[in-house]
């Protein structure tokens, strides 16, 4: 059996140039789906409450609806290297965001995700100080939907690339070990990726981040109205699990994303 993937593999990996192929689970099945088709890295987004709540935003998630997904990947997962998205408002305070961390640690993470920039890195800091990795998110952060107007691609004037760059070293100076870069320019996340040393895992940015990451339900067609960036991996198998593998073959050849599925 395979070992288990841990942050310094997935830094060797970024310096090797081998792409880390990432996708999301919510349960145990599926978790153990994304370990058999090798997939490094799970991510319990907190898309589940679009995906498995029906909610039109991931705003009504609550950090007791993570850790039991956590749960669940988790007993099926055996690999992979397990982020779980801190949910909206649950860290928005340092003292609250050590709770909630620990609580999605104990439940099986090995790394939260945050969404923000600088205005995080004291509280970036501090779990990382307690023991706890984080991954960051860059660029389109649906927790914010409503300040910014819908999902709709970020980056694009020239004063947010040079924010958002500056946030990315900011996060990465924090002690973040991965960075989530999601529907920005793929020149931006080109930039951004050549400017930091740790690994950035790309949705809707191009082909040049150190990894890629899927909603597991649009990478299995089940999303009636896909976004551009998406494919969908059941044309080309008949299982999910070769799904799965299409897609994990497809990141590591580099021939998805191709051009037809840049944001801009
Ligand atoms: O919640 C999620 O699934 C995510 C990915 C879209 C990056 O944050």
């Not at 709540?53 to 705003?59: E, F, I, P, Y």
């Not at 080309?236 to 897609?247: I, M, N, T």
């Amino acid at each position: 059996m395979s070992r288990p993937v841990s942050i310094h593999k997935l830094q060797a990996m970024r310096e090797n140039g081998e792409k880390i192929t990432v996708v999301t689970a919510y349960d145990a099945t599926f978790g153990r789906l994304a370990s058999d088709a090798d997939i490094e890295v799970i991510l319990v987004g907190d898309s589940l409450g679009m995906v498995l709540q029906g909610h039109d935003s991931t705003l009504p998630v609550s950090i007791s609806d993570m850790a039991y997904h956590t749960a669940a990947v988790s007993n099926g997962a055996s690999t992979p290297f397990i982020v779980t998205d801190m949910p909206f408002m649950s860290y928005h305070s340092e003292a609250q965001a050590m709770d909630n961390a620990a609580s999605l640690m104990q439940a099986g993470a090995h790394c939260v995700k945050l969404e923000g920039g600088q205005w995080l890195c004291p509280t970036i800091a501090k779990l990382v100080e307690r023991g706890v990795p984080v991954c960051a998110h860059l660029g389109l952060t649906p927790q914010s939907v409503n300040q910014l107007g819908g999902f709709k691609v970020q980056g694009r004037l020239p004063e947010q690339a040079a924010a958002m760059l500056a946030d990315a070293k900011a996060v990465e100076a924090a002690g973040a070990c991965l960075l989530v870069l999601e529907c920005i320019p793929s020149a931006l996340a080109k930039l951004i990726t050549d400017s930091i040393s740790i690994p950035t895992i790309g949705i809707g940015a191009g082909a040049d981040t150190s990894g890629q990451v899927l909603v597991m339900h649009d990478l299995l067609g089940l999303n009636p109205r896909p976004a551009r960036f998406v494919k969908n991996f059941m044309h080309e198998s008949d299982s999910l699990l070769g799904a799965f593998c299409a897609y994990r073959e497809a990141v590591r050849a580099k021939t998805f994303p191709a051009s037809e599925h840049e944001s801009a």
